[in-house]
């Protein structure tokens, strides 16, 4: 057992929001009861102590929509590639770093997307999969290292005919193969979706193909309108906009998730509302592409339920939650907007989507919720109470606050420590993946041990 204390906690609970001194105390992987320090301390007084020194006791953040293959980019330069748009984007960089991603590169992309994860105190992610060098097997990889270190995963692959049709097969049975394991497996830790990349890349007997491996038995996770690729496409070779297609393939449904979502009429929300399916921003990977700013606000209006998530640009959800806030302020030229609906995207949504998936509650401090908890190092100058906790989030919270986390009821991360998780090891061993994948890509040898 246990007791994490000697903090303010801010519970996401509406009938219990906030302890000035308060404590969570976890019994094995669920929260057994929050209430103040004192009173659970003379309770519990043989649990295990996890001091929080005064600082924020939080449930952890969920990413609910990110790309593990490309952890290995950063810093990375491809030679001659200087994209002007955003297919060049796509085809010049991400396709051609997956292009060259063996299970070895893509294990290495786990790594080091989840410890930088759990950095910044993300306890789940959805993870949106593409290695198309090496694809059998990859989602099993990916799952490898996330039940390794420790982090809530709902995975997928993505679909998607750019590399001919034995690849887009393979990516087929690749989601298959992993939805039928994870049925077995029935694992509250590791989940599974359906994925698909961009319409323009997907044509309908492939998406037939996906709703017959899939058989009805988990959602979709697919990218939808991201750049307007998706737009001309489906209207010029379907007679429709991306969304009528996805409802006309039958791919939409209260459990599929929508990515981007960027260049939608107001109709297409209307059928994304009624069919209950729902949608995740990824603001900062929006604004780097150049593609757009997404019609949240009006969505959301519509009843939408829109999460939040990274693209990967980031893995740290305070910071993709203070560029929602000004790019929609930007798009809509008032300064009065999006406050509320940002923190309503992280704090409420993406517990929503999980809730989907995963059978313990997350994104809330409450007894039976997953014992998923984070504490933030954070001294405010300025007075802090559950009223005004979301100005904090936006102007003053940054993931590398985070301090401890705890998944599952596991202490994964301890005063800025890993627990139990050897990390010169691993990031030895990524540098040479790294290098690697980067000698390829650019034909020239980079060795580990000069950047080790």
Known sequence: MLLVGNGRVFTQDCENPYLKDGAVVIDGEAIREVGPFADMKAKYPDAEFIDAHGQLIMPGFINAHTHIYSGLARGLAIDGNNPTNFYEVLDGTWWKIDRHLTIDGTKA???????????????????????????PGSLFAIKDVAMELGIRSCLCYEVSERDGEEKCNQAIRENADFITWAEKEDNDMIKAMFGGHALFTISDRTFSKMVEANDGRTGFHIHVSEGMNDVWDSLQNYGCRPVERLLNNQILGPKTLLGHCIHLSGSEMDMIRETGTMAVNNPESNMGNAVGCAPVLQMLKKGITVGMGTDAYTHDMLESLKVFLIIQRHHAGLPNVAFGEALALLLENNPKICAKYFRKPLGILKEGAAADVIVMDYKPFTPIDENNLGGH????????????????????????EFVGIDEEKINAWTMEQACRLWGVLNHREYSAKSYL
């Open 393 to 416: 989030m936006i102007f003053g919270l940054m993931g590398k606050n985070c301090r401890t986390t705890i998944i599952n009821g596991k202490v994964l991360y301890k005063d800025r």
């Open 109 to 135: 992309c786990a790594y080091a997307t989840i410890l930088d994860c759990i950095r910044d105190g993300v306890t789940t992610i959805f993870d949106h999969h593409a290695s198309f060098c090496e694809i």
